[in-house]
């Protein structure tokens, strides 16, 4: 029962709007990783500013990202993916500006205005996972849409790259500006004092308040955005209009099919809430909530600890051997590093690798190799402390295989799997799941790597190999989807069981029928 808008979206040649369709959602990912992870490159300057700040000012935003998944994963699926989309770029811009204005009378006062706007800027992160996903989904062809999900979420580790970059420029400019002594080379009774240059006060708030400008660069474009083809059509039950809309974008022209469409909502009335629903899909909304929770807990942990285990590999001095700034300039530095060479490639490779390999073997390998070299640090580290190159080599291995692995998969799986009228809430369970899991790396994890004990970081190691392993397993609780339509695939077509003969195999059995781009 092929509906002539939807296969025209499945057979399009990849052109200029699709283009324009990964800028706008990919900068809205830029903008949710420097927000989200700039956090770890001030984190120790505001300890030294403000004291007493704990992982809960890494964290909050992290409780805040998994409220804003649900909610508007949820708003997605009942209002339509545009009309909310522009909701969490606004959030954004805001709540990263207010966030570098927090001020108060005392320090206590700082640091909870700024873990109140850090929750609310999450809150409109989170947003953008299920509605970027699920737009991009929808409007790709078959034969490149995993190609085309993986490069917006693809963005992120350019906006990791960017949070170091960033903060490692300023604090460099500042910290010429303004010299201090180091902490254990000024007097004892005034060390505190003498080593944190007051200017940095400002520093954390210029580069917090830098992640506004991406966001609101593009929110222009993403209004301009029409309201994807399937919602238009198998949701508000519009065929003439979602015949138009994509017409228009893909220049091509489209018959509405009214009395198709009607047959094609009939046959797929049932909610998310319903036997139907877990008889057809809840294998895999299992298989995905467990498996991005579970890479989430290795995935964050990774990236919010290792200022912390940055002096272990040499890439920075010692807290007592530095002044503020220059210990927030060497974990920027150092952190711009693991990036560029580690996280960044892993995510082009699975850019470029997805419809060659498909979805389900790359998220086995990059599980396995997580695990492995995870083990091997936890295994060999007191080994490694003393080969500062082994060692910033395998760490560095683990960021390249967690992005060329489940950290995109997790990512494109629940855009592709479930049906139309609840896409963007499953992928919203799915990514408040992996939410769920990056708190336990940020409250729990971070916890054994905080004061540099040997003992604790290998527990935390062999704790995050063993996650990794279990996402390994759980993994095959999730289909194959390359070269498939998303009916097919959500078996919304009618087409009968849509799991047949593609499970794990990533066996092909439609992609001759599509245009090659």
């Not at 892993?346 to 190799?369: A, P």
């Amino acid at each position: 029962m092929a509906i002539a808008v939807l296969h025209a979206l499945d057979s399009a040649r990849t052109q200029w709007y699709h283009i324009t369709a990964i800028v706008i959602a990919g900068m809205g990912f830029f903008t949710d990783a420097y927000d989200l992870f700039c956090i770890s490159t001030v984190s120790k300057l505001l300890g030294r500013l403000y004291l007493n700040v704990n992982n809960f000012v890494i964290g909050v935003a992290l409780i805040g990202t998994l409220s804003g998944q649900l909610v508007f994963g949820y708003l997605g699926d009942k209002l339509g993916r545009k009309k909310v989309y522009g909701i969490t770029l606004i959030m954004m811009v805001v709540c990263a500006i207010c966030s570098g204005l927090s001020f108060g009378s005392s320090a206590g006062s700082v640091i909870t205005t700024l873990c109140f706007f850090r929750f609310w800027l999450g809150f409109g992160i989170g947003g953008d996972y299920p509605l970027s996903a699920t737009i991009m989904s929808e409007y790709a062809n078959k034969m490149t849409r995993g190609m085309f999900i993986a490069a917006v979420f693809a963005m992120q580790g350019v906006g990791i790259i960017f949070a170091g970059l960033v903060s490692m420029i300023l604090s460099r400019i500042f910290l010429n500006m303004y010299p201090a002594p180091a902490f254990s080379d000024s007097p004892a009774d005034y060390s505190h004092v003498l080593s944190t240059q007051p200017q940095a006060d400002y520093l954390w708030r210029i580069v917090l308040m830098l992640g506004a400008l991406p966001a609101l660069a593009t929110f222009y474009w993403r209004m301009k955005m029409p309201e994807t083809g399937r919602y238009t059509a198998l949701i508000e039950g519009n065929a003439k209009q979602a015949a138009a809309d994509m017409g228009k974008v893909l220049e091509i022209e489209i018959q509405a099919e009214q009395d198709k469409l009607a047959q094609f909502k009939a046959a797929n009335e049932y909610s998310l809430v319903s036997k139907e629903f877990f008889r057809r899909h809840g294998k895999h909304l299992i298989g995905t909530t467990t498996t991005w929770f579970l890479l989430d807990i290795a995935f964050y942990s990774q990236n919010l600890t290792q200022k912390d285990i940055f002096p272990v590999m040499g890439l920075t001095q010692k807290p007592e051997e530095v002044n503020a700034l220059r210990e927030m300039f060497e974990t920027s530095r150092a952190m711009f590093v693991i990036a560029f060479f580690g996280t960044f490639p892993g995510y082009w490779f699975t850019v470029f690798f997805i419809e060659k390999l498909g979805r389900f073997k790359i998220q086995l390998m990059g599980f396995f190799m997580m695990s492995l070299f995870m083990a091997i640090i936890g295994a060999k580290y007191d080994d490694l402390q003393h080969n500062k190159y082994m060692f910033g080599t395998l760490y560095g291995l683990t960021f390249f295989f967690a992005n060329f692995g489940p950290n995109s998969t997790t990512f494109v799986l629940p855009a592709e799997l479930f049906p139309t009228r609840v896409r963007s809430t499953c992928h919203a369970l799915s990514a408040a799941a992996g939410k769920a899991g990056a708190m336990v790396g940020a409250f729990g994890v971070q916890s054994y790597t905080l004061e540099d004990h040997p003992k604790d970081i290998r527990r935390a190691m062999f704790f995050l190999a063993f996650t990794n392993m279990l996402g390994f397993f759980f993994t095959f609780l999730v289909t194959e989807t390359k070269g498939r339509s998303l009916e097919e695939i959500s078996g919304e077509d009618g087409g009968g069981d849509h799991e047949a003969g593609t499970q794990m195999t990533g066996t092909n059995t439609s992609a001759t029928t599509a245009t090659p781009y």
